[in-house]
């Protein structure tokens, strides 16, 4: 655990070098999907306590797919709330709605 904890602070650094804003803080909020990691407001925040990269690069990996200007928009639990939240609205402006539409319709199918 102290070695994946160690790794979590790298990568904290890491991804603020890269100009990913991270922010550590002391509790986690409750619409957090993952367990001490969650977006607020385009910013990665971190619990001390998280220590799998995996959900550190994961949520990332949000942030890094939704353009700059919409990322202050990103709020714990936004991708997931009906209608499909932020991330689907800008994946559909994006791809433009013919495009999306494929990629949903392809989703849709494969949930089924």
């Known amino acids: 655990m102290r070695d994946q904890r160690r790794t979590v602070t790298r990568l904290m650094a890491q991804l603020g070098q890269l100009g990913v804003p991270v922010e550590q803080h002391q509790d986690p909020h409750p619409r957090a ?6 977006i607020d407001r ?15 690069l994961h949520e990332a990996g949000h942030l890094a797919g939704v353009p ?6 990103i709020e714990p639990g936004s991708v997931d709330r009906k209608g499909g939240g932020l991330y689907r609205a800008v ?21 089924i």
């Open 42 to 56: 385009g910013v990665l925040c971190v619990c001390p306590w998280a220590t799998w990269p995996g959900d550190v």
């Open 91 to 111: 994946m559909r402006w994006m791809l433009g709605d013919e495009a999306f539409a494929l990629v949903k319709a392809d989703a849709d199918a494969s949930a």
């Open 68 to 73: 700059t200007r919409f990322r202050p928009a």
């Open 33 to 38: 999907f993952l367990p001490g990691v969650w």
